[in-house]
């Protein structure tokens, strides 16, 4: 087991969006998505994303992202292609709420 605490973790921010996706619109969701995570691949300081589905009937699906720093993430949020990749999701959900927070500890592995 590794965990990494303050100083290797630091300056990476995790952003974590809750989308509620349209009744029907999943399959919509999920083309766009994919357009988008192609996209923010290639972006300076992206990481990582992950898309959670979700197990029960809610609708309630979860896209989280990891950046290098805070900077990385806010550069690219603001540019001016942001808004404009993110258009075609709109389409698709009709509740969205956003968490940003730092990094500061992360286990990995198993115990031994």
Do not use: C
Not at 34 to 45: C, L, Q
Not at 49 to 60: A, K, M, N, V, Y
């Amino acid at each position: 087991m590794r965990t990494a605490q303050n100083g290797d973790l630091a300056d990476r921010l995790s952003v974590v969006y809750t989308v509620h996706v349209v009744e029907g619109g999943e399959q919509g969701f999920l083309d766009a998505y994919e357009r988008i995570r192609k996209s923010v691949a290639s972006v300076p300081g992206h990481i990582i994303d992950r898309l959670g589905e979700p197990i029960d009937d809610s609708r309630q699906w979860v896209i989280a992202s990891e950046w290098e720093t805070p900077e990385h993430f806010f550069a690219w949020q603001q540019g001016e292609d942001h808004r404009e990749l993110l258009a075609p999701l709109r389409n698709w959900v009709d509740q969205t709420q956003s968490l940003r927070y730092r990094v500061i500890r992360e286990t990995v592995g198993v115990p031994s």
